[in-house]
């Protein structure tokens, strides 16, 4: 993987309404994390760099300052971080940017929900513990192999279930995002039966799953890893995004699945 081109940047304000939550906070434009799946390819619509996806990152080095004026103002309520970036990326254990944001939230009596594919976020339990915090973790697989073709800058899937367990055991309330589930790939009943049996022995408050969805920008990158990889569901992953009817029976199969691996497992009142 390539190291990521790193800028310094300087925002007006870095919390914002948002739809996942009362608010949203990302202290980063860009995520080294570079799942190829991404949907936060987008921003590069409005924030453009000569870099793909994943190989920049830009750091709002006031975020901090920013959050400390709009909080002057703002009400209390939740906010997810981070929605357009892992708050909890490489860059930050040098910058420490979500982590002074996050303390300045739980200080103004927020929410801090936070939802990333980065073990870093351990060094912050020390800041969540007794405070209006939840953790969150995003896996899409426990194959560690897909994960590093699929999420190849993020942690480990033995380091994510740490990070659960070490808040759960910190008394924090703790979360799993199955998402997106990758078609054809982790999503059958036997990989669905896995996840579900884990996220019940961490003892996870809640749980969210997610198929794989056609947003702007994304099909390139995961067709481009399909024909490496797996050419053989390259017209199949195709199908199942944009073919209307073949995405409609895929996504309720799927859910199906879902709702009977979480039963399985003894989890189906903790999803969300
Ligand atoms: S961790 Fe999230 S924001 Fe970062 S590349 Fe992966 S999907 Fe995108």
Same mark, same amino acid.
């Given at each position: 993987?390539?190291?990521?081109? %790193?800028?310094?940047?300087?925002? @007006?304000?870095?919390?914002?309404?948002?739809?996942?939550?009362?608010?949203?906070? &990302?202290?980063?434009?860009?995520? =080294?994390?570079?799942?190829?799946?991404?949907?936060? +390819?987008?921003?590069?619509?409005?924030?453009?760099?000569?870099?793909?996806?994943?190989?920049?990152?830009?750091? @709002?080095?006031?975020?901090?300052?920013?959050?400390? #004026?709009?909080?002057?103002?703002? +009400?209390?309520?939740?906010?997810?971080?981070?929605?357009?970036?892992?708050?909890?990326?490489?860059?930050? =254990?040098?910058?420490?940017?979500?982590?002074?944001?996050? +303390?300045?939230?739980?200080?103004?009596?927020?929410?801090?929900?936070?939802?990333? @594919?980065?073990?870093?976020?351990?060094?912050?339990?020390?800041?969540?513990?007794?405070?209006?915090?939840?953790?969150? *973790?995003?896996?899409?697989?426990?194959?560690?192999?897909?994960?590093?073709?699929?999420?190849?800058?993020?942690?480990?899937?033995?380091?994510?279930?740490?990070?659960? #367990?070490?808040? @759960?055991?910190?008394?924090?309330?703790?979360? %799993?995002?199955?998402?997106?589930?990758?078609?054809?790939?982790?999503?059958?009943?036997?990989?669905?039966?896995?996840?579900?049996? +884990? =996220?019940?022995?961490?003892?996870?408050?809640?749980?969210?799953?997610?198929?794989?969805?056609?947003?702007?920008? *994304?099909?390139?990158? *995961?067709?481009?890893?399909?024909?490496?990889?797996?050419?053989?569901?390259?017209?199949?992953?195709? &199908?199942?995004?944009?073919?209307?009817?073949?995405?409609?029976?895929?996504?309720?199969?799927?859910?199906? #699945?879902?709702?009977?691996?979480?039963?399985?497992?003894?989890?189906?009142?903790?999803?969300?």
């Amino acid at each position: 993987m390539a190291c990521p081109v %790193i800028r310094h940047t300087l925002c @007006k304000s870095v919390l914002i309404r948002s739809g996942l939550g009362d608010y949203s906070l &990302n202290c980063y434009t860009g995520c =080294a994390h570079a799942c190829v799946y991404c949907y936060a +390819r987008f921003m590069q619509r409005f924030h453009p760099h000569p870099e793909p996806w994943g190989e920049f990152v830009d750091a @709002k080095v006031n975020a901090p300052e920013a959050l400390a #004026r709009q909080l002057r103002r703002a +009400r209390p309520g939740s906010v997810f971080v981070s929605s357009a970036c892992d708050g909890w990326q490489p860059l930050e =254990a040098d910058l420490e940017l979500t982590r002074e944001c996050c +303390r300045l939230l739980l200080t103004h009596g927020f929410q801090v929900n936070v939802l990333t @594919k980065s073990a870093l976020v351990l060094r912050d339990l020390d800041l969540f513990a007794g405070r209006t915090a939840r953790v969150g *973790v995003t896996l899409t697989t426990l194959d560690e192999g897909l994960r590093r073709l699929w999420e190849p800058g993020a942690s480990p899937v033995a380091d994510r279930l740490r990070a659960l #367990r070490e808040a @759960k055991r910190a008394g924090l309330p703790t979360a %799993i995002m199955f998402g997106p589930l990758l078609p054809f790939l982790s999503d059958d009943a036997e990989s669905l039966d896995a996840l579900f049996s +884990r =996220a019940a022995e961490l003892d996870v408050d809640a749980i969210w799953w997610d198929g794989l969805n056609p947003r702007p920008r *994304v099909w390139e990158s *995961v067709a481009a890893l399909l024909r490496r990889e797996y050419p053989e569901l390259l017209r199949r992953c195709g &199908n199942v995004l944009y073919d209307e009817g073949m995405r409609a029976a895929y996504l309720s199969a799927l859910r199906e #699945r879902v709702l009977a691996a979480a039963e399985r497992a003894g989890v189906r009142e903790r999803m969300g």
